[in-house]
Structure formats: structure tokens, C-alpha cells
């Protein structure tokens, strides 16, 4: 029986070069070096029938089929273990040009910023940040205040009432109080705060809104002081061409009594809708520290004089931000409050 090796080094080259997977790579490997019924192996058994002065070509012949068989399937094997890892490099590559997936950023809010920008500019000026209760017994909200039983501001249509003496507090002045109880003059300090009144919101007005109360008590302080911290303030956060004018005016808890505005940034002073016509947008209250508060908190109005003010950081804020609705700045739309 002869063997014909050359078909079957052909067969197995046409096989191998099939293979295309390391599965058919080892159904291959099998139907040729399977050791039960491999094609190789069925060969070597053939060994034992030659005729002994065949076999030692028989033999040669054998080695070189295994041989070339071994050598076909190493080969296709490292080839598939070579092709498997580049795929595994090109499905993992990352690329580092593609832009980045942005987290989405929070914000500060408009007041927050205006409000920090407050603070730094009055802590440069040597006044500290007080904090008080955003409810308030009347004492504080009224009495402390100058502000008489029966006075207007007193009624419940303007102040949100929590029970008979307890309210939200309906202006930062109340922190003033606070301030002069826990220490003495010389004092100088910023309040800025949430404070509330029953007011239909329009594009001026919310039931909730922020001041800023400013208080500077000492020997010999003037109203001349209070005009010059007040046009020193303005001209920081708004700039030199933002010009301040003071009227006089009335509140109870000081005497005498000023309200401020500043030039309107629409107009420029000439008069539009933004300003009623007027030229200037209301910043204010402030004035020289009532001596009936002065003593209300055991202040000597003989010895010590002081000035108080308090602005609408949301007047404010719609002069810095250019706003025409201060309802924007309650309102949560992300769309207006991503802009800052
Ligand atoms: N508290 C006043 C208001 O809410 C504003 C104000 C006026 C504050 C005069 C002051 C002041 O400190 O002196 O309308």
C-alpha cells in the first residue's frame, strides 16, 4: 500500500488556508493530528505494513508531512491570535482628539454674585457681615425700630404675619438691631438677606426679595459720611459714570431720612419707561440713626451718632445684569440663569 504524501501535503495546504477562526483552526487541528483518527497519525500506523527496505523513506517521508502539518497550523494560529489582538486594539482604542463629555456646570445665582460683590466692596471698607432671622419677633421688625403701633407698615396687607408677634421680616433693618445689642460702637456692619412682603409681583416688585442694611455707628459720624460711603459704594460696583442722587425723605427709624437712586442705565438720566420718566431708578432708604433706636439698644445718642442704609440688591442687580423683570431672578429657568 503506498502512500501518497504529496496529495496530502496539497490537501492539507488547501485546508489550512480555509481556516479562517481559531474554531475551524481546531477542527483542523484535529482531523490531522487527532490522535484516535487523526490523517497524520493514520499515516504513521500505515508504518508498521512497509516493507522494511521502504521504510526508512517512508519515515522521512512521514516527518516531513507531520512537520509541514505542525508548521501549517502553528503558522495560521499565530496568524489568527495576531489578527484577534489587532481587532482588540482598534475596538479599544480610545481617541484621545474627541472633545470630552462636559458635566454640566452649576451656576451662582445673580444675586449670590451681586451679593458677594456687596460684601467685598463694604469689608474693604472696614464694615463686617451680619446675619439675622428671617423671622422676627415685632420687636425687632417694629418696635426696636421707631416704627409705631399703628404706623401703616405694621398692617398685615404689608407684612406676612406667622402669629400675633412673629413675622417674616419685612425689611434687613432688623439685623441693625442685632448688631447694636451684641456690641458697641465704633460698629460698622453689612446685612444682606431674603426679606418678605404681601406685594403682587410685577416686574418691580416680588413678595420676596433681597436688601442689604448697612449700619456705621461711632463718635462723630456725619451725613456727610453716609453720601460719601454711599457714592464710594455705588461708584465701585457700577463704575465712575453711574452717578447717585440723594432726596430727602421719611422713615421712622432714622432723622433725618434720605432714599437714594441711581442715574438710569437705560436713559441715561434723559428719561424712559425703565425709569418712569424720571431719569432715576430708587436704590433705597438710609439716614442718620434715630436717637429713639440709639437708645432702645443702650446707645448713648449724646456720645455716638451713626448712619443706616438700606438698598434693594434686586434694584441692583437689574441695573448690573441689565434686567428688565426682576421676576427673572425667582423664576428657576434655567435657560435665563445659565447666562451668568
Ligand atoms: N428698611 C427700609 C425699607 O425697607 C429701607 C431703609 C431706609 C433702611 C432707611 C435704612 C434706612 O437703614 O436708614 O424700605
Not at 396687607?157 to 425689611?171: C, G, H, I, P
Not at 457714592?231 to 457700577?238: A, G, H, I, P, T
Request: glycine share 8%.
Amino acid at each position: 500500500m503506498s502512500t501518497n504524501f504529496e496529495s496530502l501535503h496539497d490537501q492539507f495546504d488547501r485546508e489550512v488556508a480555509s481556516v479562517s477562526d481559531a474554531e475551524s483552526l481546531r477542527a483542523l487541528r484535529d482531523r490531522w493530528l487527532g490522535r484516535k483518527a487523526g490523517l497524520v497519525t493514520d499515516v504513521r500506523k500505515q508504518m508498521g505494513a512497509v516493507a522494511s527496505e521502504d521504510r526508512a523513506a517512508f519515515g522521512k517521508a512521514f516527518n516531513a508531512l507531520q512537520q509541514h502539518v505542525e508548521a501549517g497550523l502553528d503558522r495560521v494560529s499565530a496568524e489568527i491570535a495576531n489578527r484577534e489582538r489587532d481587532a482588540t486594539i482598534a475596538r479599544e482604542t480610545v481617541d484621545i482628539t474627541l472633545p470630552g463629555r462636559a458635566a454640566p456646570l452649576g451656576h451662582r445665582h445673580p444675586i449670590t454674585i451681586l451679593r458677594q460683590n456687596i460684601e467685598d466692596i463694604f469689608v474693604r471698607m472696614g464694615y463686617s457681615v451680619e446675619d439675622g432671622p428671617e423671622i422676627e419677633t415685632t420687636f425687632f421688625n417694629f418696635d426696636a425700630l421707631n416704627i409705631p403701633d399703628g404706623h401703616p407698615a405694621r398692617e398685615s396687607q404689608d407684612t406676612m404675619y406667622v402669629s400675633e408677634d412673629l413675622a417674616l421680616r419685612s425689611q434687613t433693618s432688623t439685623v441693625q438691631i442685632h448688631a447694636m445689642q451684641r456690641r458697641q460702637p465704633p460698629l460698622r456692619v453689612i446685612a444682606p438677606g431674603r426679606v418678605f412682603r404681601r406685594d403682587t409681583p410685577d416686574a418691580t416688585h416680588n413678595p420676596m426679595f433681597f436688601q442689604v442694611e448697612g449700619l456705621n455707628v461711632a463718635e462723630g459720624i456725619t451725613l456727610a459720611d453716609l453720601r460719601g460711603t454711599c457714592e464710594e459704594f455705588v461708584r465701585q460696583l457700577f463704575g465712575a459714570d453711574a452717578p447717585v442722587r440723594f432726596r430727602a425723605s421719611y422713615f421712622p427709624f432714622v432723622e433725618p431720612g434720605c432714599e437714594f437712586d441711581y442715574q438710569c442705565f437705560v436713559c441715561k438720566g434723559t428719561g424712559c419707561r425703565v425709569c418712569k420718566g424720571s431719569g432715576w431708578i430708587e436704590m433705597g432708604g438710609a439716614g442718620m440713626v434715630h436717637p429713639h433706636v440709639l437708645r432702645t439698644v443702650g446707645i448713648d445718642p449724646e456720645r455716638f451718632s451713626g448712619f443706616a442704609f438700606g438698598f434693594g440688591i434686586d434694584r441692583l442687580a437689574a441695573r448690573q445684569f441689565d434686567l428688565d423683570d426682576i421676576r427673572l431672578l425667582f423664576a428657576n429657568d434655567l435657560r435665563f440663569l445659565e447666562q451668568f
